[in-house]
């Protein structure tokens, strides 16, 4: 995780890069293999599956989130690949921050991963970033969040829900 902290906005970026990202796309691509020998898959359908896993197996490889915090908004998006969940919030309307675990369904089983929500004034909780494997990841980018942005922090909140 990177940090740079200048007069008027915080950048925070963070590589999506892990070696079970490469460990579980050679899972990926012998099951897929398998299924379009041996499962008598289309070959459309299969290509169509192919280019899906070496679309993720890249972007898990080389993407990274960047957050940008302003006096006006915080900004989150992915390069150097698009990625859904690009978002943009304005920081008048945020009154806390919290982080969620969740517990998802992988291939490997149950896994943890830790999401950072803003808390508006009015209106649904909004997630800002998901999928931090280490709950300290998420809480430092709250923290960094909200110092910049002078949220009192003495009543944290977090909430464990499991889906």
Sequence with gaps: MHVKRRYNQVEIA????RLSNILFSILILAVLYGAGSFLGFPFPVWVVLVLLWAYFFIVGCVNKTNI????QH????YSPLPWVGVKQVETRDIKQ???LKKKAFSASGYSVLFVVYAVPHTGEDIP???GFAEKKQALYIRQEVEKYLGIDT???LTREIFQ
């Excluded at 963070?14 to 890069?17: C, K, P, Q, V």
């Excluded at 915080?74 to 998006?77: A, D, E, Q, R």
């Design 14 to 17: 963070y590589n999506w890069f």
């Design 68 to 71: 940008l915090i302003t006096d």
């Design 74 to 77: 915080i900004s989150v998006g």
């Design 97 to 99: 921050l919290y982080v």
């Design 128 to 130: 800002l970033t998901e």
């Design 154 to 156: 003495k009543d944290w």
